[in-house]
């Protein structure tokens, strides 16, 4: 369920984001939300996947975070 953030949801992309930092590899995150990297935060996922987490994404120590904003048509609404 996307909108229902659950403690146990968060524990599982913690341990996921967590392991492959530690094992400095790389990471694909696709989300339809605007995220924005500051000192602190990763504002727009760190609610939905936990701070933590987010926070293994963007440590620069490990490669950073990298933003790629993607613009086009919603493929589910586009005329058929």
Partial sequence: DKVHLTGYKQSIFFE?????????????????????VTPFDVVGISDYIGRAAASRLADE????????????????????
Avoid: F, Q, S
């Fill in 16 to 36: 996921v984001l967590d392991k492959r930092y530690k094992r400095h590899l790389p990471t694909v995150v696709t989300t339809n939300v605007t995220v924005e």
């Fill in 61 to 80: 120590g490990n490669g950073g975070l990298i933003v790629r904003e993607m613009n086009g048509e919603d493929y589910r609404r586009r005329a058929r």
